[in-house]
């Protein structure tokens, strides 16, 4: 009975227990194994039986609301812009009887056939896709290469029905590469400037070993040379400051070229170290200055179609934006086009302001840009949020000596190969969804753009899901060319979408089109089977004029109405006018209106979210909320999506909810297995489990220290992650969360506590490998001196008594001198005197008479 009460409604169970019951006694008790045997064969039916009938009953509602949102529709063009209805173009005279609708739902089509329209005579188009370029994926030398399969296609969508298209991806081997270092050179990075040149052959020989075809180029900036940016005065514009040599420096200067892409080497260095230090008077620099005529002078700069494109943007300060121009008088905006003079030079410094980061953004992505910023660390966080605004661009520690260029731009252009990610440039209109299995090809197909791990011979495959939203208002609008292509790459897969939104029937010059028509009282023309009337002329035929109501009044009234046992005219939303219904506006709120052949439908009863019809983030459709790209539910309050449950950096094994919860809505909805309750954004955290770090424990004791359960067992050879020892591992919040390292902090046996830091890198079978840095030494508590220990205590207990006893006896002295002076003090002035003595009485006694009156005695 908990089977019952835990799977089925109130309702259902009463049902169930009445069956059971009944069952139990309608026939004679047999041996329990027949009892067992016929109550299971009956739940089974029982539970099948209600299962069918709620899954009926949920198709039944979807299809209804689907029918009632295809029938509201009375023009072809309309009920093509719904997706799944198909329209019946059938004149009125062309049938025996007219069909009682003109747009219905693909279902209703398919089964009822000829029933509903003669086939000719249906307007139902269908997504496709037309393959115009198709070549193979290849990577062999001396050829170009080809990464991205097919390579152009032709769609014709409908709004609101998905389509699918498989994209291919494989990386290229020895694929070219285009390296310009954009630098700095106020006088702060001088230092800078001196290494940057002698570590130029080192950074040429680490990218020939990534690639063969690799060449080079080298550029600087300063700032606009104009007040508040640079200082004006006619000394200063000669050398704004001093060298560290003592030497002036060179002339202020924006941007300037120092050297194109080029495969000498050596010419890169010598151009480094000539290049001119200069000066500037604020804060920030024109960095974004130069970045900008860096992406767009293709030409200047020497980029290639055919080649990866990395600039390397290194500074000391922060940057300029677009508006800080205003300061120095510079209202004109960046135009983002190439002005270079013959010597390199940045020609419209002072006609132009600094161009905005959007700017940078868009323009990196049209040229295909991988920027990696190198910057001191104290400016780290400055440009990292920068990089989250700047697709393709990552941020990198530049060290004080810059002895680390060559393997942060190698590790990095590392990360940009090992990893695809896949971007559009799809109109707003269209919405585009990625879906992947990346290398695990037996995996669950996950909606994400980006898949990592890519090794040479590697072949990823997408499904790209296309959607129209809408459809534009300007047929122009109809025709779009869109792009889809590998982050970083020139290659694409190119889209010519046709967007299908009218009806051949609806145009002039098609047979279905014919102005005066017959079939509408030659007051109208017939378009796609229906009459659209003249101004002043209404009804189905256009029979009627001005506020006629047609020649018999029970018939239009009855056109108005969907069937006979109705009583309701245009559903009471409405006046019908020659038979055809004129829906209402509501007064208060005139873009709420009804719609529909009998004004059956309305743009404002749908559920709420937030006090919003479809919660603000949808259109309200004949009672059914039609959700915006990207959400869904009854009222779109609901994220349609399962890639935001993905935990990033998990790579080809990465899980919904990290296999332990469920994607509802966007977000993930942990599980509580064998009493382990799991936490976290994607469910990831379990304070009760076992942690990495005391699984990796044993490993890294043994292999950094030689010490532990593995090293007495000598068993460090069952470590199979790779352990780097550094000379200490620092905790970063900020980089390790992009990364995905965890630190660990352990204690071992001897009391001692060694550091660590881990990284997910790969799987070898059903075994995680991580990556691991290890702290080179312990750290380990000084042993304590128990017999020093002893003796301080004892001395110290010595001393602390002596010095109280010295004290209470200091202090008792002060206290007797002070005494013995207050008593000195009061017999000084202490006064003799000659007086009687107390025990001592006369013998002598004094009495008054009370009737004695002297004063009566002397009157007389």
Known sequence: ????????????????????????????????????????????TIIVFLLLARLYVATSSQHRDRENLCEARQTCASCLQTPRCAWCSMKNSEQSKAPLLRCVSKQTYLKEGKLWCQSWAVIH????????????????????????????????????????????????????????????????????????????????????????????????????????????QPDKLQSPCTLKTGKPCAPPYDYKNQMPLTENVVLFEDQVQAAPVSGNLDGPEGGLDAMMQVIVCTKEIGWRQKARHLIVFSTDAIFHIAGDGKLAGIVEPNDCKCHLDEKGFYTHSLLQDYPSISQINKKAREHNMNIIFAVPDHKSATYQRLSRSISGSSTGTLENNSQNVVALVRNEYEKIVDFVTLIDTAPKMIDVKYFSRCLNKTGELLERQECGGLRVGNIIEFEIVLKVVECPKDPKDWYQTMQIKPRGLNESLTIDVEIICDCPCEKPGHPGYQPNAKECKHKGTSACGVCSCNPGFYGKQCECKGSDVGVDKSISMNDCKPDNQTAEICSGHGTC???????????????????????????????????????????????????????????????????????????????????????????????????????????????????????????????????????????????????????????????????????????????????????????????????????????CPTPINVFGVALGVVISTVIIGFLILLIWKILTMIHDKREYARFEKERALAKWDRGENPLYKQATSTFSNPTFNASEINNS
């Open 1 to 44: 009975m908990d089977l019952i009460s835990e799977s089925f409604p109130r309702g259902c169970r009463s049902i169930l227990l009445d069956s059971v019951r009944s069952g139990r006694g309608s026939r004679p008790v047999k041996s329990q194994s027949v009892e067992n045997a016929g109550m299971a064969s009956r739940w089974t």
């Open 577 to 779: 006018k020659c038979g055809v219904c004129d829906c209402d506006k509501r007064p208060n709120n005139p873009l709420e209106l009804f719609y529909g052949k009998y004004c059956e439908c309305d743009n404002f009863s749908c559920k709420r979210s937030g006090g919003q019809v479809c919660g603000g983030r949808g259109k309200c459709e004949c009672g059914t909320c039609n959700c915006l790209p990207g959400w869904g539910g009854e009222t779109c309050d609901c994220k349609d999506t399962n890639s935001t449950c993905i935990p990033p950096s998990s790579g080809e094994n990465a899980e919904i909810c990290s296999g332990r919860g469920e994607c509802i809505c966007g977000s993930c909805h942990c599980h509580e297995r064998n009493n382990i309750r799991y936490s976290g954004q994607y469910c990831e955290e379990c304070p009760t489990c076992p942690t990495e770090c005391d699984e990796l424990k044993d490993c890294v004791e043994c292999i950094a220290y030689n010490t532990g359960p593995f090293a007495k067992n000598e068993k460090c050879d069952l470590c199979m992650n790779e352990i780097d020892i550094i000379d200490a591992v620092k905790e970063d919040p900020v980089r390790d969360k992009e990364i995905g390292a965890y630190m660990c902090r352990i204690a071992d046996e001897e009391g001692c506590t060694f550091n660590f830091k881990y990284q997910y890198h790969r799987t070898r079978g059903d075994i995680k490998i991580f990556k691991i840095q290890a702290q080179k030494e312990k750290d």
């Open 125 to 232: 188009h269908e997504n496709t896709m037309h393959v115009m370029e198709n070549r193979q994926l290849s990577s062999i030398k001396g050829k170009d290469p080809v990464q991205v399969q097919p390579q152009r296609i032709h769609l014709r969508l409908r709004p609101g029905e998905d389509y699918r298209v498989t994209m291919k991806y494989s990386q290229a081997e020895d694929y070219p590469v285009d390296l310009y270092y954009l630098m700095d050179l106020s006088a702060s990075m001088e230092p800078y400037r001196d290494k940057l040149s002698k570590l130029g052959l080192q950074l040429a020989e680490a990218m020939q070993k990534l690639t063969s075809n690799f060449r080079i180029g080298f550029g600087s900036f300063v700032d606009k040379v104009i007040l508040p940016m640079t200082n004006t």
